[in-house]
């Protein structure tokens, strides 16, 4: 069962879902604000784990994950190079939806990279917190120096 609850606030609804299986229900509530709404990437992926299990009745395996992954990405990288690079789009519809259609792609590449990470053990918040602080160490000096960024 699927409903959307009004609130008091115009500019949030609150989407609340039940999922029920013959062992478990699952109440999945989530409150959407028109320009921020805020979920941790924990809780990200402990909603597709979430999903999967009762939506979509099990994960592929990671190979066939791996390969929806690039799938995914090779779809943000048409629209990008139609948005911001050379290409045309070929229908006035294509570019009339591109930019939705972008948000959309590329909520497909993280759904799908939080099902490998899901699937592996990764916790996607702790490794991107580790590999920021690697980032900041390395690179704290040689992109400030770097002359081809203070023009850009």
């Not at 029920?20 to 805020?38: C, G, N, V």
């Not at 999903?51 to 779809?75: F, K, S």
């Not at 918040?125 to 850009?152: F, M, P, S, Y």
Request: hydrophobic share 40%; with cysteine; net charge neutral.
């Amino acid at each position: 069962m699927f409903q959307i609850l009004k609130s008091s606030h115009p500019q949030i609804l609150i989407h609340s879902t039940t999922y029920a299986s013959m062992r478990t229900t699952i109440q999945i509530s989530q409150t959407t604000h028109l320009f921020k709404t805020i979920m941790t990437i924990t809780a990200a992926q402990q909603t597709v784990d979430t999903w999967i299990r009762t939506i979509g009745i099990r994960y592929y395996n990671e190979l066939t994950n791996t390969a929806i992954l690039m799938e995914e990405v090779g779809e943000v990288a048409r629209l990008m190079a139609r948005l911001y690079g050379e290409q045309s789009f070929k229908t006035a519809e294509q570019a009339a939806s591109a930019r939705e259609d972008l948000s959309d792609e590329m909520a497909d590449v993280l759904f799908v990279l939080i099902c490998l990470a899901n699937q592996t053990g990764v916790s996607l918040e702790d490794a991107l917190r580790k590999n920021l602080d690697k980032k900041t160490k390395r690179d704290a000096v040689r992109h400030a120096n770097n002359e081809k960024l203070k023009n850009g």
